[in-house]
């Protein structure tokens, strides 16, 4: 059972664009939400986080929305670069019980010039 | 800078050999795991420790088992490797207790293991 799911396998968007990467979740426990960059042979890094008495959270190009009626989040990148190409996976808590972070599939980002 | 050090970065072995996967940290976080990272599927938790001597099952343990008798070292072993754990392995650790998102984990670089 898939309690994190990101449906869009892979995204392209063109340099200066927004990117919109998108993340269903099915579990109404969750309160803290992240997004983790992974480039190639690299370990995924912490990137933004959300806790759920928020809707938006905003840090410099990236800004991440939640939408708890809807168990939807999504990360906004704005303006899209080259260097963002990567493959992105949003994540879950409960109770900000770390050793229960709940990963989605993954979104792979493509920024071409 | 903190850091997650996982010694090997790509390893090939056969089928039914004995695989060890070392992962160091040097932050003294309490918490360390062991995830897979497969197309598709995302990353799935294999097992996590929470202190020296101390692991529990993540949701995909068959096959793995773990080891921790140092606090800055965590160990995956495959006891006898089989093709469907040809995987993309990452290891991670957290704090003890909550420090925010963006400690919640830290990934080592990731061990690319293929078996024959």
């Known amino acids: 059972d898939q309690q994190v799911k990101q449906n869009s396998p892979s995204l392209s968007v063109q340099e200066g664009r927004i990117s919109i990467l998108n993340c269903d979740y099915t579990?109404?426990?969750?309160?803290?939400f992240l997004w983790y960059k992974k480039y190639p042979a690299e370990g995924p890094t912490f990137l933004i986080s959300?806790?759920?008495?928020?809707d938006k959270n905003e840090d410099g190009r990236f800004t991440v929305f939640l939408n708890k009626s809807a168990k939807h989040l999504s990360l906004h990148i704005v303006p899209s670069q080259p260097g963002d190409s990567a493959v992105y996976f949003c994540?879950?808590?409960?109770?900000?019980?770390?050793?229960?972070?709940?990963f989605g599939t993954g979104t792979r980002l493509q920024v071409f010039p | 800078d903190v850091k997650v050090t996982q010694s090997s970065r790509y390893l090939v072995k056969r089928t039914g050999e004995k695989v060890f996967l070392e992962c160091v940290q040097d932050?003294?976080?309490?918490?360390m795991f062991w995830y897979r990272q497969d197309p598709g599927l995302g990353l799935r938790l294999i097992y996590f420790?929470?202190?020296?001597?101390?692991?529990e099952k993540g949701d995909i343990p068959e096959g793995y088992s773990v080891s921790r008798e140092k606090k800055e070292r965590f160990s995956l072993i495959l006891e006898s490797a089989s093709t469907n754990q040809t995987s993309m392995y990452l290891c991670?650790?957290?704090?003890?207790?909550?420090?925010?998102?963006?400690?919640?984990?830290?990934f080592g670089a990731g061990s690319r293991l293929t078996v024959l």
């Open positions: 579990n109404s426990m969750f309160d803290y």
């Open positions: 994540a879950a808590l409960v109770s900000y019980n770390t050793d229960k972070l709940i």
């Open positions: 932050m003294d976080h309490e918490n």
């Open positions: 991670a650790s957290s704090p003890g207790g909550w420090q925010g998102g963006a400690n919640v984990l830290t």
């Open positions: 959300i806790s759920s008495i928020k």
């Open positions: 420790s929470y202190d020296v001597k101390m692991k």
